[in-house]
Every structure is written in C-alpha cells, then in structure tokens.
C-alpha cells in the first residue's frame, strides 16, 4: 500500500510518499530528490493524529519536519516514531546508562519551569531520560537528586534536584508506586557503591556519619570538602592524608589544593569501568575513580585522581561549574575527548560525540567555559602550565 503525506521542509513542500523502517525517516516527493532522516538525530517530535513535526537539527526555516494529511496511518507513524526515537535518541547522546532502561509515561512539571505536559521516559541505573513532545531529550541524574517524595494520596513523586529545580512526575496510570520504587532502589544502591569507596579510601572514618555522607555523595555529585566535612567530622583530614597519597595523581592533587587555597575545593567519585582500574588499595566492590575540582578567581581545575588520566583540564566561570561539571561526571557514557575537541574534529568514530556536544546543555556551557587541557608530562612543565592558566584565564 502507498503511504501518502503532504510534507513541508526547508522551503519545501507538496505531496510525497513515504517510509520508516526504525531508523530512518524516507521520503520521496512527486516532485524533487527523495529526502532520507536519520531518526535518531531528530531534536524533538510532536504531533496529533494528522501532523507530525520533527525537529531537525541545523535546519533553516525553524528547523521542523511537517508531515500532513497522513489518513490512517497518521498515529501509527507518530507513535512508532515516538517509541523507536526515545531509546536510539539516547544512545546517541551517550545517556543510555547501565541496566535495562525501565520504560515509564505520564506528565512532568517543572522542567525549565514548565506546566505539567506529557513525558515518556526510561529509567537506567543512574539516570532517568525524559522525552517531552517538541523537546530534545531531558538527563535527570539520579546522584543529583537531593530528595525523592512519593505523596500516595496525590499519586505524584517530587524530586528535588541541586542546584534547585523541582520536577514532579503523575498521571502515570498505575506506575507511580513502581516509579518512585525504582528511583529509591536506584539510588541506593548507587550510595552502597559510594560507601565502598569511602570505606576504601578514608576506612578510620566512623561508620554513622560515614554512611550519612555515601547517601549523599553518589556518583558523579561533586561535594564541597567543608560540606563533606560537615556531615562527616575528619573526612578532609582523611583525604588530604592518607586517601590521596595513594592515588596516582597525588602529586597534583597535592598541588591543586595549595593554588585553591582560600578558593573552592570539591571531591566527587564516578562508577568504575573496564577502561581504568580502580584506585590501589580498594577494597572489592569498590571500583570507582575520584576526582579534584577546584576554583579561584573564576579558574577551575579538574584532575581525576584515581587513574592515570593523561590531562587536567581547565574552565573559567563561576559558581555555576561544580554543578555542570557534575553533569558531566554524572553522565553514564561521558567522554572527555566531547569536552575539548572542536566540533570539526569529531569525525569518523569520534562523530556521535558531536551530537552530545552541540545538544546536551550542560555539555555545551562547559565547551563554552573550556579553556585548556594541562597534559601530564613533566611535573615542573604541568605546575608551570597550570600557574600561568591560573594567572591568565580569570574571568
């Protein structure tokens, strides 16, 4: 059977026949060169039973795909589209996460303060990706979550996410229970790997206060050293004692909290992975990496401490960085090689990362504050390095 549209992109339009095979979006004109979209590069798909607009990113004419007088064949197009979009979208900005992606539905409010509107979502161990009609896809990193709360009598779940959006989820049609059960699960057992890395790294800290902070400090959450500190009495002491003299890249850890002194000091860890060992001396099921942010004057260091990463990179900018760099080290997928890269050199293997580059928000603000990467040679050339960034880059 012919499958017919009316279409309209880029000054174009008029009647075409068209495909969708999962992944790409065909379309052959009556008049003019056939027209073939990737699915999983559309920006935002919204629509009704008789048209369709995919967003289509660096397009003229507001970027938008219009797909009309489509007859029977309309919601069956937009719901395939929706369902296959959502999953391959994800993977293609790296926030496809571990474990199965627990698929979940009804409305959202809060999102860059937004009124309730319907989501689709899925839920991965350490990330829930939100998919609203017209948008790009929403990351909500579970480890940013200050608070969970599910109100069974409203049938909502509210979290509260640092730096201080609120987001609350209902109408979810019988899910609700599930939902906010998964997201508890999910982040506790994020905070049973942050407590093995506590236990691994600072072992003479008292178990209470101790496990007080692992439920705070998950993976990917930046924490000040004066806040971690006050949750748990002794854990600077303990990091700047024996914790970081046993990692690889203590010496500039060392370094980096003398140049911050009288700045800002945050500690964050991230969940291990095959590509790194994790830090000598851990204890099993402790695998993960730590890492040093500090600032001064509107100078920002980042030094991953637990393995022998090959540079230390530098942003400018101000309060705003510890939460975007949390982000990042949030992201299950993250790539560094996105962060410093020009968009005209992520070619070849490299080019999914210049989807994530030119569409995850918090990506994008910190290509924007990067200044350079300090590469580890000799010790006197990266102190060197560092002290003329530190001098030089303010802003």
């Known amino acids: 059977m012919t499958r017919k549209a009316r279409y309209s992109f880029e000054g174009r339009s008029g009647q075409a026949e068209w495909s969708f095979d999962g992944s790409y979006l065909g379309l052959v004109p009556d008049a003019g060169p056939p027209l073939s979209f990737s699915v999983p590069e559309f920006t935002g798909i919204a629509g009704d039973d008789y048209t369709i607009a995919l967003t289509v990113a660096g397009a003229a004419s507001g970027g938008k795909l219009v797909l009309s007088h489509l007859g029977a064949d309309g919601p069956t197009l937009l719901d395939g589209l929706r369902r296959a979009w959502l999953p391959a979208r994800a993977q293609v900005l790296r926030l496809s996460g571990s474990g199965e992606g627990r698929p979940f539905s009804g409305q959202v409010a809060g999102l860059e303060g937004r009124p309730p509107e319907p989501f689709r979502g899925l839920l991965f161990e350490e990330v829930l990706v ?30 509260r996410q640092w730096p201080g959006e609120q987001v609350v989820f209902s109408k979810m049609a019988g899910q609700t229970d599930e939902f906010a059960r998964w997201l508890q699960t999910n982040r506790a057992e994020l905070a049973e790997e942050s407590a093995a890395i506590l236990a691994a790294g600072a072992p003479t800290l008292p178990l209470g206060p101790r496990g007080m902070l692992a439920g705070m400090w998950l ?177």
């Not at 940013?144 to 709360?149: A, N, Q, T, Y």
């Not at 970081?244 to 911050?260: C, I, Q």
Request: proline content about 4%; aromatic content about 8%.
């Open 219 to 395: 993976p990917g959450r930046l924490m000040e050293l004066e806040a971690m500190e006050a949750v748990c009495p002794g854990v600077i002491e303990a990091f700047r004692g024996a914790w970081l003299a046993s990692l690889p890249r203590h010496d500039e850890g060392e370094h980096l909290l003398g140049w911050a002194a009288g700045g800002s000091t945050w500690v964050g860890c991230t969940r291990g992975s095959g590509e790194a060992s994790a830090a000598p001396g851990a204890a099993a099921g402790a695998e993960g990496h730590l890492w040093l942010l500090c600032g001064k004057n509107g100078v920002w260091f980042l030094e991953a401490l637990s393995i022998e990463d090959r540079a230390t990179y530098c942003f400018t900018g101000g309060d705003e960085v510890p939460a975007l760099v949390s982000r990042l080290l949030c992201a299950p997928q993250f790539s560094r090689e996105a962060l410093y890269s020009p968009l005209a050199e992520l070619t070849g293997e490299s080019a999914d990362l210049a989807i994530a580059a030119q569409a995850l928000d918090f990506l994008v603000e910190l290509r924007r504050r990067f200044k350079d990467r300090v590469i580890h040679q000799t010790t006197e050339g990266w102190k060197r390095d560092v002290g003329r960034l530190g001098d030089d880059a303010r802003i």
């Open 130 to 159: 939100v998919a609203r009609d017209g948008f790009d896809l929403d990351p909500l990193f579970l480890a940013l979550f200050g608070s969970v709360e599910h109100d069974e009598s409203t049938y909502t779940v509210r979290v």
